[in-house]
């Protein structure tokens, strides 16, 4: 049986892998995007029940600062889909109850801190020894810290400064802070069915070996794939697993980036059986979970939808009875779980990039993903077009 031939192979079918693929077809490559979950999206998750109810299991929020995510959905047809999110507020859940950011804040202690903002410089601090500073110990323990760590879903003490946000140019043009009709995964649908792109699911990679020029890929299930061009758009592990006879010395590297995984569980309950105001996330203060992100930002008449984000090691009877409590109702429709690994980058963290950067250059490899630039979306697409970029010549 022949091998079938690619212009390019990408290992990992969520936004990364989905943007370098769509560079690439449009550039005229003939591209396998090969994915090991049913879908395409990785944390792109949207769970489309019941009925035609969305509720996202993973990323849920777009800004109009994503201006090369925006591109992409320009170019994929989708652009008529964006709607806006309603603004509902993020609240905290202390003690029980659900109350507002504002009231849990110490406003003293903020005025005081708060004009080290235009001195103290992120750089080469961590968020929790940049936020106490600006914020207050006490306003980063009770507020701040949970707020941020509720961001990546993971204790984000640690994390360098600078990764955490991202100063962008706006498209005045494009919604403010935006999702889709029928919630995220709608990219992955639209990006996935492009021209030139072969999307192939339940598509684990297992190895890659380099024979002459070509990169040769085997999958889980026996199947193969040969390339003269290859990307990596998963986890640094798996990265690091599937560099090591190609380019051993970025696998090496690849390895010390420690990652964590996100268990997600989304439910979906009749709106009169939850008495809770209307919130676009809950962000608890010592709890199991790390958030909750509510469907109320596009309030739909029958149901509201809530995602708890929890740490790794709880078992699902566990995390729906945290769920009840916290909703005040173990009434679900349905529900669903989804599992995500997100970076865990610690100071020093670009070092590292910086170090791979150094070993693929001039090499028909790209390693893309949310480690580079940061987590968010968008900067996942600017290092897929800055790969694309390096790789093919093309501007
Ligand atoms: C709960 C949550 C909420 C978030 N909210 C937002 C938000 O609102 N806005 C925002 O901008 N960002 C948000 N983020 C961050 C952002 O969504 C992610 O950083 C980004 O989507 C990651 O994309 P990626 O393609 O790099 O990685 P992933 O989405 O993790 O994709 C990697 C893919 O590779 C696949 N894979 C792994 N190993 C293999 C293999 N061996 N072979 C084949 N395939 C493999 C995986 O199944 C997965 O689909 C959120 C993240 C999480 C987890």
């Not at 507002?100 to 750089?123: H, N, V, W, Y």
């Not at 999958?219 to 640094?236: I, M, Q, S, T, W």
């Not at 709880?314 to 529900?335: C, H, N, P, Q």
Request: glycine share 10%; with cysteine.
């Amino acid at each position: 049986m022949g091998m079938k031939r690619y212009d390019l192979i990408v290992i990992g079918g969520g936004i990364s892998g989905l943007s370098l693929a769509h560079y690439a077809s449009r550039a005229g490559m003939k591209t396998l995007l090969a994915e090991k979950e049913g879908q395409a999206g990785g944390c792109l998750r949207t769970m489309r029940k019941p009925g035609d109810f969305w509720l996202e299991l993973g990323a849920h929020t777009c800004y109009n600062s994503y201006g090369n995510l925006i591109g992409i959905i320009e170019d994929s047809g989708a652009k008529e889909r964006l709607i806006p999110r309603e603004k509902v507020p993020f609240m905290m859940f202390v003690d029980g109850k659900v109350k507002s950011i504002p009231s849990q804040l110490d406003f003293l202690e903020m005025a005081c801190s708060g004009p080290r903002i235009f001195t103290l410089s992120k750089s080469g601090r961590t968020v929790a020894s940049y936020y106490s500073k600006i914020v207050g110990k006490k306003n980063y323990e009770k507020v701040i810290g949970p707020a941020l760590s509720a961001v990546p879903s993971q204790r984000a003490d640690d994390f360098p400064a600078e990764m955490l946000f991202k100063k962008r140019k706006r498209r005045k043009d494009v919604i403010r802070k935006f999702t889709l009709e029928g919630g995220l995964q709608a990219v992955a649908d639209a990006v996935s069915g492009g021209d030139n792109i072969e999307l192939l699911t339940g598509a684990e990679a297992s190895s890659v070996e380099r024979d002459q020029s070509v990169f040769r890929v085997s999958f889980a299930d026996g199947r193969e794939g040969a390339a003269d061009n290859l990307a990596l758009a998963v986890p640094p592990p798996a990265a690091a697993g599937l560099l090591g006879n190609v380019l051993p010395e970025a696998a090496r590297r690849l390895a010390e980036i420690k990652t964590v995984a996100i268990e997600s569980v989304g439910v979906a309950v009749r709106k009169e059986a939850v008495a809770l105001p209307h919130f676009a996330g809950l962000i608890p203060v010592r709890d199991v979970f790390f958030s909750a992100v509510s469907r109320d930002i596009i309030a739909d008449p029958m149901y509201r939808g809530f995602t708890f984000h929890f740490a790794p090691g709880i078992d699902l009877a566990a995390k729906m009875k945290r769920i009840a409590g916290v909703l005040g109702t173990g009434r679900f429709e349905v529900s669903a779980e989804n599992r995500a690994v997100l970076p865990s980058p610690l100071l020093g963290h670009e070092k590292i990039t910086a170090a791979i950067d150094g070993l693929i250059k001039g090499k028909r490899v790209c390693i893309t993903g949310n480690y580079f630039s940061g987590l968010a979306i968008e900067d996942c697409v600017t290092r897929s077009l800055s790969e694309f970029r390096r790789l093919t010549g093309i501007s």
